[in-house]
């Protein structure tokens, strides 16, 4: 079946360290997106990337960075610059250039400090 | 610029009760409009999205919306609210294809038996 696959499902990460979390899709679509949600705070796009080698920040990118080598994979990193990453993290791809069109979601990540 | 304003963070109801949640958006073109779901600890589901046409939008699990310009409003609502209802309900608005999706702050609907 299609759909996109995020691992780990939890993840901790120590002071100072970074910490990649994982997301891979089989849908075939171009366009690939992370959200971070906090309760009461809603999703806050940190990147998304249209195409491979190519990717934008969003409203919240500092301190995390991304990559896009593949069509199929796009691995967030949060780095030790993030002082604050206790999180939930929702990776969603869709087609680009087509405003109709839903974003597939991930189940999510849920990073905590240690 | 496009943003969205869901009204109140928590929303109670009793089962076979009506659900109404609110969505206003802000938007320089006609926009793209979205409702999702989320059960916890889960991804975001479509309940039902308004593109161009009709401005009543049904969705899944009996839930529909109406797109009324003049008022920059999507609404969702249910006639009869289910215990399996009670989750967390984000709006969401799109300008173009080539603009990502913004999200409302979500609401989060309890039922209560």
């Known amino acids: 079946d299609g759909g996109i696959t995020q691992s780990p499902k939890y993840l901790f990460r120590k002071e100072g360290q970074n910490v990649t979390l994982s997301c891979e899709q089989n849908?075939?679509?171009?366009?690939m997106y992370w959200y971070r949600q906090d309760p009461g705070q809603g999703l806050r796009l940190i990147y998304y990337s249209q195409i491979v080698n190519d990717f934008q920040k969003g409203d919240i990118a500092e301190g995390y960075s991304v990559s896009r080598e593949k069509k199929e994979s796009f691995p967030l990193t949060v780095t030790s610059a993030q002082k604050n990453p206790t999180a939930f993290y929702l990776c969603?791809?869709?087609?680009?250039?087509?405003?109709?069109?839903?974003?597939?979601f991930g189940s999510g990540t849920q990073l905590s400090v240690l | 610029a496009q943003s969205v304003t869901q009204l109140g963070s928590h929303v109670s109801v009793s089962e076979g009760a009506l659900v109404l949640l609110r969505c206003n958006y802000s938007s320089s073109v006609p926009p793209y409009l979205f409702w999702y779901v989320q059960y916890p600890n889960q991804g975001l589901q479509l309940l039902l999205k308004y593109t161009t046409g009709a401005t009543l939008v049904k969705g899944i699990n009996g839930f529909e919306a109406e797109f009324k310009k003049s008022e920059t409003s999507f609404h969702l609502t249910k006639p009869s609210a289910h215990m399996s209802d009670a989750a967390e309900y984000f709006c969401a608005v799109r300008n173009s294809g080539n603009t990502p999706l913004v999200f409302g702050k979500g609401t989060r609907l309890s039922v209560i038996a």
């Open positions: 969603a791809s869709s087609p680009w250039a087509v405003p109709n069109e839903k974003l597939f």
């Open positions: 849908l075939n679509h171009d366009a």
